[in-house]
């Protein structure tokens, strides 16, 4: 058996175990990140029925998120092969036996680590600056020097935070006067219907800049099914739009409002 992790296909780093014989076998992989910060390595350890079989490094984790259409797949492959030359294998690959429980331990991320803020340490362990992080796999990479991208990092993650007080400011102008946006942008003033429909989608982008800002995302998706909840609900008192599904959404956001409110608190609480 082995365990394969892959730096987009640009280097593969390979877990060995052995030959299992026929019967249960509880198999477990166990990942440790070297610190906070994109691209960062590790070190995974392969054990089989609770002895090691295997210990390896990665110099390099892949620095950016998989796309949606790139499948988790549990017992088969359906999408690109991890593997294309050492133990490579066709899709979908699907596994014979029988996996009786597939578990995930994810431990939190340092409270530190999402307390981004520029020109200053990320991490008071690592005492790294977000810029000095990415400098650091960038450098590695491609030999930029770590100051430059350091640089260019900071001048990205500023432009980075102009672009959600933008949208922000945007999304609050659609709220509190969506006909003078309509006239701006379009040329014509909104009316009827087109002014709530502004206000939700202003709701939305007030949401957008907030889950873009350093910090948790599931804040945005709070601000958004909270506020959307709340405005649907005065439409429905007060403004007179009695649609077949305004009541149901209202609930529908009520509803996730409560759970995201409780995801969040459950994550400071794990932040410690």
């Known amino acids: 058996m082995a365990v394969t992790g892959s730096l987009a296909h640009l280097k593969r780093t390979a877990w060995e175990g052995p030959e299992l014989e026929a019967g249960k076998h509880t198999i477990v992989f166990d990942f440790k990140s070297d610190g906070p910060g994109l691209g960062k390595g590790g070190t995974g350890v392969l054990s089989v029925d609770g002895q090691e079989v295997a210990r390896n490094s990665m110099e390099h984790t892949t620095p950016i998120t998989f ?19 050492e133990y490579r294998y066709d899709v979908p690959f699907k596994f014979t036996g029988k996996i009786d429980k597939l578990t995930f331990k ?4 340092s409270r530190r680590s999402r307390a981004r803020r520029r020109g200053r340490p990320i991490s008071g362990r690592r005492g790294q ?29 500023t432009g980075a935070d102009l672009r959600c007080c933008r949208e922000a400011a945007t999304g609050l ?11 701006l942008l379009l040329g014509e003033e909104l009316t009827g219907i087109a002014i709530p429909v502004a206000r939700v989608a202003g709701i939305a982008l007030i949401a957008l800049g907030i889950a873009c800002w350093p910090g948790p995302p599931l804040v945005g998706m709070l601000t958004y099914s909270a506020l959307v909840a709340l405005y649907l609900a005065y439409l429905g008192f007060a403004g007179g739009l009695t649609g077949v599904f305004l009541w149901p959404a209202v609930v529908l956001h009520v509803i996730l409002t409560a759970l995201l409110t409780c995801g969040i608190t459950r994550m400071l609480r794990d932040l410690g």
């Open 173 to 183: 102008a659609l709220l509190i006067v969506p006909s003078l946006v309509g006239r």
């Open 67 to 85: 796309p949606e259409d790139e499948t988790f797949d549990i017992g088969q492959d359906t999408r690109t092969p991890l593997a294309l030359v």
């Open 129 to 157: 600056t977000c810029g000095e992080s990415l400098a650091a796999f960038s450098h590695a990479n491609r030999g930029v020097s770590a100051k430059d991208e350091a640089e260019s990092t900071l001048c990205y993650e």
């Open 106 to 109: 994810l431990e939190p991320p």
